[in-house]
């Protein structure tokens, strides 16, 4: 593998040819904040909060650290005026959708933001995939994915399969940054199950 | 029909077809674009077939079902060669009419012909109406003298002429340099230069290379590709295939709506019959280049015309974009290098190899070459398809070929590039079409469609209605896009009803801004282009609906 030098907010660091930014970063322990970032799971770029500038052949722009290749010689910033205004709106903009996530609370107080800037619109989830990824790609049971496109999007579980698979399995609950997957799974669990016992209950 | 092996045989091939077609036999060409479809326009020409079968004219006349002609305003259209008489608004009753007066009688139907509801003067031909009279046409004009279904009818107009140079006096590097030279940009909306992306897919690492045909055409108010596509499928096909071979391709993919089943039905017929012909699939022309093409249809989403996520959509996956920090010409379908153009770029193909980069390049501005296809909609007197070289003014495409502004109104603004596009107020008029003039403008040409608002449009409603859309049409994946575009179109909501608050003007350009920087695709880096222009041009028209 080649050896590759890059600059983070100043420092030195060695990376290997097909590493990411943030892959880096954490090698040298720099810190990155991420959301929708696990290590057993292929990067997904959906939070954005891991947005850092680069700056290659004297052009800087914003990237997310957890898709950008290292590069020989790259620059790269973790913190800048830029990158702090749009790590403060993403905060504030999922906020109105998850106001108590102790996580989302703890870098708003980081970056200054206010909870209250967007009306709110508690769905509790912040639709970073952790749960939808770790299933279809760890366990490969895709028992739980997105539904509907845009803002409408959403997670579901699929009852025919979570009601075989979820049980004895449940390793997507720790993994959410709201609290909200448990309660879909619970919904999806009481639908697919009261669905069920009544069948059952008119068989008898 | 024996395959053709040889730049010989095609030339023989072309020569027989020709020998066969009298250039004076009177052919009615009936347009079968998709806005005359529209109009019931199979009526239209199952009356000519069933007049000709009643006069018995089959052996002296011929009916051409062709594409889109462009005036979609007036159709159904009708033209009847060779005098190129051009009917308007032509009902199935008109037709014994038309061919005894005017294929046979050779007179023209008074009532039946254009009239300019500007000055009241008729045009009997298809070069006298300004519609037509005052594009330049290299791509569109096809489309009256072909029937999309016949490879004969493409062959007799020097079809495929440019293939055979293309492989078999050129080598790839040649083909690749005369590109370059155009300076041809790509007409899906970026205008990143074509050449500049055939040579990063050929010199990208990897022996499986792919070529694509974006028609997904999801642009609001764009109806230019399906036009040239659907009227014209061997121009497209015989594009791609010179790309493919200067690029070093053997794999094509053509993207295509799966809402317009009547241009997936040209399509098809067209790859089978260059198959059958030998101008696909093993040893084209002999040249011993191979190269074959599937078609794959969209789902059904806006972003999915967006070229990583159509080429996760051709793999079989959820058309979700990817980041581009490397490029799709060197990683896409399946991690291959794969070149995307749209259909009107791969459509200008095969007339720069014919004619050459330098005839190519002295079409159109400095910087932006060749002719455009517009769509042409919204408050104007000629909604159509018209064809202009780069260079003409936004006032000439609106007056002298759109007519104009109906009911007597002022025009307020034109939007350009649909829902990720910009508003240029009437001051800008004189502005030439050019990809860099216009973006700086802050109304990047897109796809090319023109949507023309006059003065009684309220700008806030127009941007509510794109950010409505693109709410439901974003994929969802990412935040700055997701989200952002949710508030804004909350925001902009409330100031068109009359409720918007100090400080609401400041709050949109702040998402805007971290939109534009942070999102995935250009989808959301985009989405706030139209409102920036407004609030560029049109302010006063927010401001006035802050409390």
Sequence with gaps: MKEILLQIDGKEVKATEGMTVLEAARSADIFIPTLCYHEKLKPYGGCRICTVEVEVRGWTRPVAACLYPVEQDLKVRTRSEKVDRIRKMILELLLAHAPYSIELQNLAQEYGADKDRFEKESSFCILCGLCVRYCAEVKKKHAVGFVKSGAKREISFIPEISSKECWNCKECFPLCGTSYLQAAFVLAESLAFSSASSKNATEK | ?547
Aim: proline share 5%.
């Design chain 2, 1 to 547: 029909m024996p395959r053709i092996d040889s730049a010989a045989e095609l030339e023989e091939l072309r020569k027989g077809i020709l020998s066969k077609r009298d250039p004076n036999k009177p052919y009615i060409a009936i347009c079968a674009g998709m806005g005359c479809h529209g109009l019931s326009n199979d009526r239209i020409i199952t009356a000519f077939e069933e007049e000709v079968k009643k006069q018995d004219l089959k052996k002296k006349v011929d009916i051409r079902a062709t594409g889109c002609h462009g005036f979609c305003e007036k159709g159904p259209i009708v033209v009847i060669y060779p005098e190129q008489i051009c009917y308007v608004e032509v009902m199935p009753g008109d037709v014994p009419e038309i061919v005894s007066q005017t294929v046979l009688g050779k007179k023209v139907i008074d009532r039946l012909i254009y009239t300019d509801p500007n000055t009241g003067e008729k045009a009997a031909h298809q070069s006298e109406i300004p519609f037509y009279k005052n594009q330049m046409q290299h791509l569109i004009n096809n489309n009256t003298k072909i029937d999309p279904k016949s490879i004969d009818d493409y062959l007799a107009i020097g079809g495929y002429s440019a293939l055979s140079k293309a492989l078999l006096e050129m080598s790839p590097e040649q083909v690749l340099e005369e590109i370059k030279k155009s300076n041809l940009r790509g007409r899906g909306g970026g205008g990143f230069p074509a050449g500049k992306k055939w040579e990063t897919a050929r010199n990208a690492p990897g022996e499986e290379k792919y070529v694509i045909v974006n028609s997904h055409e999801g642009e609001l108010g764009a109806f230019m590709d399906r036009a040239i596509f659907m009227g014209n499928p061997h121009s497209v096909l015989e594009g791609l295939i010179i790309g493919a071979y200067a690029i070093g391709s053997h794999q094509g993919f053509i993207y295509t709506r799966h809402d317009t089943p009547q241009l997936k039905n040209n399509i098809d017929i067209a790859l089978a019959k260059a198959e059958e012909y030998g101008l696909l699939g093993e040893n084209i022309l002999g040249s011993g280049f191979n190269f074959n093409v599937e078609v794959h249809f969209d789902i059904g989403i806006f972003v999915s015309g967006e070229s990583s996520a159509l080429m996760k959509s051709i793999e079989g996956k959820n058309p979700e974009p990817r980041a581009k920090y490397i490029r799709t010409s060197v990683r896409g379908i399946w991690e291959k290098p794969s070149n995307l153009n749209n259909v009107e770029t791969w459509a200008n193909v095969p007339l720069i190899i014919n004619k050459g980069s330098e005839w190519y390049a002295s079409i159109g501005t400095e910087r932006s070459k060749g002719t455009k296809l517009i769509s042409l909609s919204g408050n104007i007197v000629n909604t159509g398809v018209a064809e202009v070289p780069f260079g003409t003014t936004i006032r000439e495409i609106i007056y002298d070929i759109g007519g104009g502004i109906p009911n007597g109104k002022k025009l307020k603004a034109v939007h350009f590039g649909g829902p990720m596009g910009g508003s240029i107020p009437e001051s800008y008029l004189d502005t030439p079409l050019d990809f860099d003039e216009l973006a700086e403008l802050g109304a990047p040409i897109g796809a090319g469609s023109m949507l023309v608002l006059d003065e009684d449009t309220n700008m806030v409603d127009v941007i509510r209605f794109f950010l409505d859309f693109l709410s439901n049409e974003s994929c969802g994946k990412c935040v700055p896009c997701r989200e952002g575009i949710r508030q804004m179109l909350k925001i902009v909501t409330n100031i068109s009803e009359g409720n918007g608050r100090e400080g609401d003007i400041q709050l949109l350009e702040e998402i805007s801004e971290v939109a534009a920087a942070a999102s995935l695709c250009a989808l959301g880096k985009t989405a706030s282009d139209p409102l920036l222009s407004t609030l560029r041009y049109f302010r006063d028209e927010y401001e006035a609906n802050i409390k």
